[in-house]
């Protein structure tokens, strides 16, 4: 008979709060109390043995049981948590605290167990870690509603914009989002009601002191609830130090492209007293030959002499070729010394290397004998003015290198061919000492030189570098001491223009056309009327003028008028022009000195008439008032 004590601790066991399991010497489960039954909605004999792990989760199956296993090896109590399924098939956490026990005689008799459910507990403690979470977050954190309003946010809110919570919850969140930053807001709340997720999403928030600062969004909406969960971080800090960077990045441009023209002016100055000797030379026989041609022709008036008509028109001939000496080296200075940006154009890089061959000559000349070898290069497209600084630099570094006094002995020369990728290379030689080749690696640094203090900047070789990567090219160097150096440059081919040469008309006969002149230096308006005899010129030296000839109705195929004039400049000119008689615009042919100020760049930009650089080719005039006067509207009336 089973004492009275047995029978009521087996009933307290059975009807306990807490679900209680036994297993014996083997591990294996051999009782479950009623309550652990209920719980899981299974017989006993489904739950004995290892029956029980059937209703485990799958995830915590394998470290369950592994736990259990570990501790009754050990004979150590133990403590667990897993997921159990509930008789309605809903996974609960439980908490198991398992014991061993022993045999009435006192040997090790398996393990006894107690179970409860902490699911309900578990949810408590992580809501309130979430709200900790939510409140003490350095983001901001909130919940807003589908109807634009927030539903609660973190301290972080107030401590970033000033604006109390309440402040936040009363007013649409969109009256404090920059006006600017709208559209992408309303697209962004679009998403997220149909349900997609957010993120990023910058946009600025407007503080209670009237700034703004800026934020990055990621939001998830619950469709069902109509709410939104959204952090937005706070990045102004990174949004400035991004406007810094970009500041400075401009800035730096700004000083590459002044350094880059600095150093072109540099090598100008350096050029300065050879150029100024080279326009001197045939300055001096110009002028001479014009006096004596002067002074002659006066007494020619007087005795007509065959002979002394031939000389003089050999002294006119001199006069024009130094005249055309002087305008090659002007044409060279305003090519090499221009500063726009960007001013790309095709041409045989041959003659730009003769053009910088004439440039630096003067310092060429008493070191070395120039030698030109040009073989046949692709056309490039390119910026001249920098090209032509390129191998400025280069011509001068050669002519450095070398000592004066030696013509026989030294050599700079100039080679161009193709090379096997179709590139344009030009090959820039001379007989100077060479370069050690412990420091060849280096001659493109910035600021590196191996010339004398006083003597360079050290940039000269490094701007080149980067002005010839810019246009899609390379530059190298070779060098051997004692020998000389070599520098190479390929540029890569212009695009490709397929056109087939015109057969050209016969030159119809030249059409007598009536041309008013503008320009406020008399002897150019007196010479373009030399010029152009052949047709009815008339002159005027200021702007107003012209405009009141105009004005009585005088009818002109084309006007020349001069860009920089004193009272009304040409520009003004053809405004005042254009507003009066539209139609004549498109007559206005330009006379320029080619150096234009800011002001007339701007203008040239949205005016697109031809003009001619002083001093302007005789033919050129004369065909360009053919094309005028043969248009189909010959005159025009102001």
Same mark, same amino acid.
């Given at each position: 008979m089973v004492p009275l004590e047995v029978e009521q601790y087996r009933a307290l066991v059975e009807h306990a709060p807490t679900m209680v399991w036994r297993s014996g010497t083997d591990g294996q489960c051999d009782y479950f109390n009623g309550t652990w039954l209920a719980f899981t909605g299974r017989s006993l004999q489904q739950e004995l043995g290892e029956g029980w792990t059937a209703g485990l989760h799958a995830d915590d199956l394998q470290k369950c049981v592994a736990l259990y296993r570990e501790h009754f090896e050990r004979r150590q109590a133990f403590e667990r948590e897993y997921r159990l399924r509930r008789f309605d098939g809903v996974y609960r956490y439980i908490l198991d605290r398992g014991v061993p026990?022993?045999? +009435?005689?006192?040997?090790?008799?398996?393990?006894?167990?107690?179970?409860? @459910?902490?699911?309900?507990?578990?949810?408590?403690?992580?809501?309130?870690?979430?709200?900790?979470?939510?409140?003490?977050s350095l983001d901001n954190v909130c919940v807003a509603g589908f109807d634009g309003y927030f539903k609660?946010? =973190?301290?972080?809110?107030?401590?970033?914009?000033?604006?109390? +919570?309440?402040?936040?919850?009363?007013?649409?969140?969109?009256?404090?989002?920059?006006?600017?930053?709208?559209?992408?807001?309303?697209?962004?709340?679009?998403?997220?009601?149909?349900?997609?997720?957010?993120?990023?999403?910058?946009?600025?928030?407007?503080?209670? @002191?009237?700034?703004?600062?800026?934020?990055?969004?990621?939001?998830?909406?619950?469709?069902?609830?109509?709410?939104?969960?959204?952090?937005?971080?706070?990045?102004?800090?990174?949004? $400035?130090?991004?406007?810094?960077?970009?500041?400075?990045?401009?800035?730096?441009?700004?000083?590459?492209?002044?350094?880059?023209?600095? @150093?072109?002016?540099?090598?100008?100055?350096?050029?300065?007293?050879?150029?100024?000797?080279?326009?001197? =030379?045939?300055?001096?026989?110009?002028?001479?030959?014009?006096?004596?041609?002067?002074e002659q022709l006066r007494g020619l008036v007087a005795t007509p002499n065959p002979e002394l008509l031939t000389e003089l028109i050999d002294m006119a001939t001199d006069a024009q070729e130094g005249a055309h000496r002087i305008r090659k080296i002007v044409h060279g200075l305003k090519t090499f010394s221009r500063a726009e940006e960007g001013h790309q154009t095709v041409f045989d890089v041959r003659s730009l290397l003769e053009l910088s061959a004439n440039m630096t000559f003067s310092e060429i000349r008493h070191r070395a004998r120039l030698v030109k070898d040009y073989g046949k290069t692709p056309l490039i497209e390119a910026d001249e003015a920098r090209l032509g600084q390129v191998f400025i630099n280069l011509l001068i570094n050669a002519a450095q290198s070398l000592p004066e006094g030696d013509t026989v002995s030294n050599e700079i020369r100039i080679v161009t061919s193709t090379d096997a990728a179709g590139a344009a290379l030009i090959e820039i030689r001379d007989t100077g000492s060479g370069i050690p080749a412990a420091i060849i690696g280096r001659v493109f640094d910035p600021f590196f030189t191996t010339k004398p203090v006083g003597v360079g900047t050290g940039l000269g070789l490094s701007i080149c570098h980067n002005l010839v990567s810019a246009m899609g090219g390379r530059i190298t160097v070779a060098s051997q001491e004692g020998v000389?150096?070599?520098?190479?440059?390929?540029?890569?081919?212009?695009?490709?223009?397929?056109?087939?040469?015109?057969? +050209?008309?016969?030159?119809?006969?030249?059409?007598?056309?009536?041309v008013l002149v503008v320009d406020d230096e008399p002897a150019v308006g007196i010479v373009l009327g030399r010029v152009l005899r052949e047709h009815d010129v008339t002159v005027v030296t200021?702007?107003?003028?012209?405009?009141?000839?105009?004005?009585?109705?005088?009818?002109?195929?084309?006007?020349?008028?001069?860009?920089m004039m004193s009272e009304m400049s040409g520009m003004d000119f053809?405004?005042?022009?254009?507003?009066?008689?539209?139609?004549?615009?498109?007559? $206005?042919v330009?006379?320029?000195?080619?150096?234009?100020?800011?002001?007339? =760049?701007?203008?040239f930009e949205r005016v697109a008439n031809q003009r001619i650089d002083k001093p302007f080719d005789h033919k050129q005039v004369r065909e360009l008032v053919q094309q005028f006067v043969r248009s189909p509207t010959r005159r025009?009336?102001?």
């Amino acid at each position: 008979m089973v004492p009275l004590e047995v029978e009521q601790y087996r009933a307290l066991v059975e009807h306990a709060p807490t679900m209680v399991w036994r297993s014996g010497t083997d591990g294996q489960c051999d009782y479950f109390n009623g309550t652990w039954l209920a719980f899981t909605g299974r017989s006993l004999q489904q739950e004995l043995g290892e029956g029980w792990t059937a209703g485990l989760h799958a995830d915590d199956l394998q470290k369950c049981v592994a736990l259990y296993r570990e501790h009754f090896e050990r004979r150590q109590a133990f403590e667990r948590e897993y997921r159990l399924r509930r008789f309605d098939g809903v996974y609960r956490y439980i908490l198991d605290r398992g014991v061993p026990y022993p045999k +009435a005689n006192g040997e090790f008799g398996g393990f006894m167990g107690s179970c409860m @459910d902490i699911d309900d507990r578990r949810a408590r403690e992580l809501s309130a870690a979430a709200d900790d979470f939510f409140e003490r977050s350095l983001d901001n954190v909130c919940v807003a509603g589908f109807d634009g309003y927030f539903k609660r946010v =973190n301290p972080s809110w107030t401590r970033t914009l000033g604006w109390t +919570a309440n402040e936040l919850l009363a007013r649409p969140s969109a009256e404090f989002v920059h006006p600017e930053d709208h559209p992408a807001l309303l697209a962004g709340r679009a998403r997220l009601v149909a349900g997609a997720p957010l993120g990023p999403l910058i946009n600025r928030y407007r503080c209670k @002191d009237g700034s703004y600062r800026w934020f990055e969004w990621r939001s998830v909406a619950h469709v069902d609830r109509s709410v939104v969960y959204a952090t937005a971080r706070d990045i102004t800090e990174q949004k $400035v130090a991004e406007a810094r960077l970009a500041e400075a990045m401009a800035l730096q441009e700004k000083l590459e492209h002044q350094l880059i023209f600095a @150093d072109r002016m540099a090598s100008v100055g350096t050029l300065a007293a050879g150029v100024a000797h080279e326009i001197n =030379n045939p300055l001096a026989y110009v002028t001479s030959n014009v006096t004596l041609l002067l002074e002659q022709l006066r007494g020619l008036v007087a005795t007509p002499n065959p002979e002394l008509l031939t000389e003089l028109i050999d002294m006119a001939t001199d006069a024009q070729e130094g005249a055309h000496r002087i305008r090659k080296i002007v044409h060279g200075l305003k090519t090499f010394s221009r500063a726009e940006e960007g001013h790309q154009t095709v041409f045989d890089v041959r003659s730009l290397l003769e053009l910088s061959a004439n440039m630096t000559f003067s310092e060429i000349r008493h070191r070395a004998r120039l030698v030109k070898d040009y073989g046949k290069t692709p056309l490039i497209e390119a910026d001249e003015a920098r090209l032509g600084q390129v191998f400025i630099n280069l011509l001068i570094n050669a002519a450095q290198s070398l000592p004066e006094g030696d013509t026989v002995s030294n050599e700079i020369r100039i080679v161009t061919s193709t090379d096997a990728a179709g590139a344009a290379l030009i090959e820039i030689r001379d007989t100077g000492s060479g370069i050690p080749a412990a420091i060849i690696g280096r001659v493109f640094d910035p600021f590196f030189t191996t010339k004398p203090v006083g003597v360079g900047t050290g940039l000269g070789l490094s701007i080149c570098h980067n002005l010839v990567s810019a246009m899609g090219g390379r530059i190298t160097v070779a060098s051997q001491e004692g020998v000389g150096t070599s520098f190479f440059v390929a540029l890569p081919p212009a695009v490709a223009r397929v056109a087939q040469t015109p057969v +050209a008309p016969p030159k119809p006969a030249a059409v007598r056309a009536t041309v008013l002149v503008v320009d406020d230096e008399p002897a150019v308006g007196i010479v373009l009327g030399r010029v152009l005899r052949e047709h009815d010129v008339t002159v005027v030296t200021t702007a107003r003028q012209a405009l009141e000839l105009l004005a009585t109705g005088k009818a002109f195929d084309v006007i020349f008028s001069d860009i920089m004039m004193s009272e009304m400049s040409g520009m003004d000119f053809y405004d005042e022009l254009t507003r009066r008689s539209p139609d004549l615009g498109p007559r $206005v042919v330009f006379i320029s000195g080619g150096t234009f100020t800011p002001v007339a =760049n701007a203008f040239f930009e949205r005016v697109a008439n031809q003009r001619i650089d002083k001093p302007f080719d005789h033919k050129q005039v004369r065909e360009l008032v053919q094309q005028f006067v043969r248009s189909p509207t010959r005159r025009l009336r102001g």
